[in-house]
Each structure stands twice: as C-alpha cells, then as structure tokens.
C-alpha cells in the first residue's frame, strides 16, 4: 500500500524496484523481490516483518553497505550505483549512521574513544574529536559514562553509545538493524523513545528493523516486509 505525502517534502533516500539475490551452494535466495520506497527528511521509520522477509537486506541497501543485485538507490538526489567505491565510501561516512544489534563498539576503548572513532576516520582533529563526541554523549545522557569501557556498561548504556557514534558526524539518515534485540522490554523502549527524541529535536531521519509489535506504537510510518515484498508501508502519526 502506498503512502501519499504532501507536495514539498523532501525525498531523502529512493529506492526503485530493488532486488537483491545471494547464491548459497547451487541455490539463488531472493531476498528482496522489487521494493519500491522513499524515506523523506524527518521521518522516524519502523520495518517490521518475520524472520527471513529481507529486512536485513533491505537494511544494508538503505544503509549503502550492498549494492542491490539490481533497481536504483538514490541518496539526496545522487544515484549512488554510478559512484565510485571511494566516493560512495564518502557518502556513506557522512551521511549514514550505523546503529547495530551487537552494538559493535571496540572493547579496549571508554565510551567517548568510541563515539571519536568516526570522527577520527573522516580526519577531524582529536580535540574538536572529543568534544564533538562529549557533546554526542551528553545527548544520550552519558555524559558521566565517558571514560567507562563496554565491559562495565549495561546493555542500555553501550547502544547509547553507538546512538551517539552514530550522530556524532551529524548524518542525514541513521540505519539501525534491529537495535534492541539484545535488550530486555524495559531498555528496548528507552532506546527506541531515546531515538525519536532525538529525530524531533535533530531532525535526523531514523529507520530501524524490529521484531518487537509492540515498539510499533512510538513511530511515525511503519513498513511491514514479507518474503522479500513490501506488504504495507502505514504512516500512523
């Protein structure tokens, strides 16, 4: 079911009948049959779908991670299958953050070193660095967290820090892969309302895979996928 939107707003991301196929032995897995799809500026997104319907794929599409087997992906108006590796690589760094089930954060590293980290990759220097990561911190209320490591954080606390690592370049879109599945009903809510808050006072767009109906409730528009389609795409607020 499509959505109908309001003449004026932005398409932030596109995708045109996108298919993506993986070959496992001699089998071909479709998994993603022609989706059809535009994310605008602002919006707070929910994919929801059973195990094996492609949201994963369709993440790692969004996200600029893999390229579809074919369809167009277009981000801010650039066709991205016409870049090169290297300037998708730049597109990708500065304007897409990552948000990740298993957090993905470097052990060894405090919490404020690891929101630094993509800062440092695009070149920053370290003291603009940590202050722009201080500042990411104090935003997911982590401010007196900056120097503990992973191991001594509740599971909360370290996808607070990859919230804030993905901010932390002040992206146009951040992607999360089910971000809550390793988190008990209590944190999954704080995490996914922490999210929106900050999509309403950033303006950042937010898409996030789910298996929990119940976070349904706290978006704006969700997409449900099944079998590699996209069944309904509901805006709900």
């Known amino acids: 079911m499509a959505v109908t939107?309001?003449?004026?707003?932005?398409?932030?991301?596109?995708?045109?009948?996108?298919?993506?196929?993986?070959?496992?032995?001699?089998?071909?897995?479709?998994?993603?049959r022609g989706v059809s799809l535009r994310?605008?500026?602002?919006?707070?997104?929910?994919?929801?779908?059973?195990?094996?319907?492609g949201k994963s794929s369709l993440m790692n599409i969004l996200g600029?991670?893999?390229?579809?087997?074919?369809?167009?992906?277009s981000l801010e108006g650039v066709p991205v299958g016409k870049l090169s590796d290297n300037a998708l690589s730049d597109l990708r760094s500065r304007k897409v953050g990552f948000?990740?089930?298993?957090?993905?954060?470097?052990?060894?590293?405090?919490?404020?070193?690891?929101?630094?980290v993509p800062l440092q990759i695009q070149g920053v220097g370290a003291s603009e660095a940590r202050a722009r990561?201080?500042?990411?911190?104090?935003?997911?209320?982590?401010?007196?967290?900056?120097?503990?490591?992973?191991?001594?954080?509740?599971g909360g606390q370290r996808q607070r820090v990859a919230?804030?690592?993905?901010?932390?370049?002040?992206?146009?879109?951040v992607v999360a892969d089910?971000?809550?599945?390793?988190?008990?009903t209590e944190n999954s809510y704080r995490v996914v309302e922490l999210m929106r808050e900050l999509?309403?006072?950033?303006?950042v767009t937010f898409i996030f895979t789910t298996h929990d109906p119940r976070l349904l409730d706290l978006v704006d528009r969700k997409l449900l996928l099944k079998d590699g389609l996209l069944q309904t795409d509901e805006t709900v607020r």
């Open 5 to 32: 939107r309001a003449a004026g707003e932005e398409v932030l991301l596109s995708l045109s009948d996108i298919r993506r196929d993986y070959v496992l032995g001699q089998a071909r897995v479709e998994a993603l």
């Open 133 to 154: 990561a201080s500042q990411a911190l104090q935003e997911v209320g982590l401010e007196n967290q900056s120097s503990a490591r992973p191991d001594k954080m509740s």
């Open 178 to 184: 089910e971000p809550t599945a390793n988190l008990d």
């Open 64 to 73: 600029l991670v893999d390229a579809p087997t074919s369809g167009e992906v």
């Open 199 to 203: 999509n309403r006072s950033k303006r």
């Open 99 to 116: 948000v990740f089930q298993s957090f993905n954060l470097v052990p060894v590293l405090s919490a404020l070193e690891n929101v630094m």
């Open 39 to 53: 994310i605008h500026r602002g919006e707070f997104v929910a994919v929801w779908g059973p195990s094996g319907s």
């Open 163 to 173: 919230i804030a690592r993905a901010l932390v370049t002040a992206p146009s879109i």
